[in-house]
């Protein structure tokens, strides 16, 4: 009985810690700032779309939502398909190469990505790939394929052997064998994975932040930024922005939420 009401309550505040700053969120999108003070809880007086016409004509967001969905859609592809070849390697190689191989992406995780601003930040000077949304891939890629490695190998590892072995046998080599099996049963680790780091690059700020300084190639999250003033901040078109921002977020999991939820659970039951 005192179980259950600790977990009530303590899920009930966790709840109210995630709806009360969204509901503020929400509503303020269609409220005016001296409203969103006064009143951040209450339903607005007047609904209405100012804001986001506002935000469309002088906000200057269509460039760097663009930018954005640029540098997260190819990071993910190029992450998910090598990520994928090499989780490939580690699962069916038997020698000890697949376990070192395994072991140096491993310890890709225990590195944090802060440590490395000073040599990527050099790096991409030397190279020219600084105000350069391909220089944001290329670092993208380097720091989730790690993670997505990690992930995907272990699903590879849970595939029945046999299913490889008869295709061996049957005159398939490792490319055919990757594409028309591997592959298609690896769908919901996939779909998972890519849901997992479409979020970390399309919410990533640190990275822009530290690489680009031309107008024309900010990311949306750098440009939120932009919405806060020196001695004011005007948290309805912020709210705005944040709104249109978390738009592609959930389209995506909405339209793969099968995937995402089969990947979480794949291998948690045997028998």
């Known amino acids: 009985m005192i179980y259950r009401i600790f977990k009530n309550t303590m899920l009930t505040i966790f709840a109210a810690a995630v709806l009360v700053p969204s509901s503020i969120v929400v509503l303020g999108t269609f409220k005016e700032d001296v409203e969103i003070y006064t ?3 209450a339903l607005p007086k007047h609904w209405n779309l100012n804001n986001f016409r506002t935000l469309i004509d002088t906000g200057n967001v269509i460039t760097p939502f663009k930018n954005s969905v640029i540098v997260a859609v190819f990071s993910v592809a190029i992450t998910i398909f090598f990520a994928s070849l090499v989780s490939y390697v580690i699962a069916r190689s038997i020698t000890v190469t697949g376990k070192v191989l395994f072991l140096l992406f491993s310890l890709g995780l225990a590195i944090p990505g802060q440590v490395n601003i000073i040599p990527i930040f050099t790096l991409f000077t030397k190279l020219h790939l600084n105000n350069s949304l391909f220089g944001l891939v290329l670092v993208n890629i380097a ?9 995907i190998s272990a699903f590879f590892k849970d595939l029945p052997k046999e299913m490889f072995e008869v295709a061996s046998i049957d005159g398939a ?16 680790a996939i779909g998972a994975t890519s849901i997992f780091l479409f979020v970390i690059c399309w919410n990533d700020l ?3 932040l530290m690489l680009i300084n031309e107008l024309d190639k900010k990311t949306l999250p750098l440009t939120l930024i932009d919405f806060r003033g020196e001695f004011a901040t005007s948290y309805s078109m912020l709210f705005t922005a944040i709104m249109v921002a978390s738009i592609p ?3 995506m999991y909405v339209f793969m939420q099968r995937s995402f939820v089969a990947g979480l659970t794949a291998g ?4």
């Open 39 to 41: 009143k951040p809880l």
């Open 143 to 151: 720091l989730t394929l790690p993670i997505s490695v990690f992930i």
């Open 173 to 188: 080599g490792h490319w055919r064998v990757y594409r028309s099996i591997a592959m298609p049963l690896a769908r919901p």
């Open 206 to 208: 640190l990275y822009p």
């Open 249 to 251: 977020m959930v389209l």
């Open 268 to 271: 948690a039951v045997k028998g």
